[in-house]
Nanobody
């Protein structure tokens, strides 16, 4: 069974930092675009960021640009989300996702991602 497993969430004060990790089990995603999405209570799923299969291209949502950084280590088959200058409005469940297409261009559309993790809670207190 293919799974994506996120880790690193938790409670942090505003202005603080967290680093999320995403590691697959059951197969490798080193040749696929990977993305992070988030969902706050009562809100729709929101695109956060994505990274191309080789790490050469990244894209960020406007609300996190300049504060969050996505990276990947294909040797470890792990994708990271470094979150700095966290704000209370960043509070959400964060999901890691893998694109359905092999070595495709990056995409911000959630429907292009076939595999999803169970999510990890990030709570930012004011």
């Amino acid at each position: 069974q293919v799974q994506l497993v996120e880790s690193g969430g938790g409670l942090v004060q505003a202005g603080g930092s967290l680093r999320l990790s995403c590691t697959p089990s059951g197969r490798t995603f080193s040749s696929y675009t990977m993305g992070w999405f988030r969902q706050a209570p009562g809100k729709e799923l929101e695109f956060v960021t994505c990274i191309s299969w080789n790490g050469g291209n990244t894209y960020y949502g406007n609300s996190v640009k300049g504060r969050f950084t996505i990276s990947r280590d294909n040797a470890k088959d792990t994708v990271y989300l470094q979150m700095n200058s966290l704000k209370p409005e960043d509070t959400a469940v964060y999901y890691c996702a893998a694109d359905r297409y092999y070595r495709a261009r990056i995409t911000t559309a959630s429907h292009d991602y076939d595999y999803w993790g169970q999510g990890t809670q990030v709570t930012v207190s004011s």
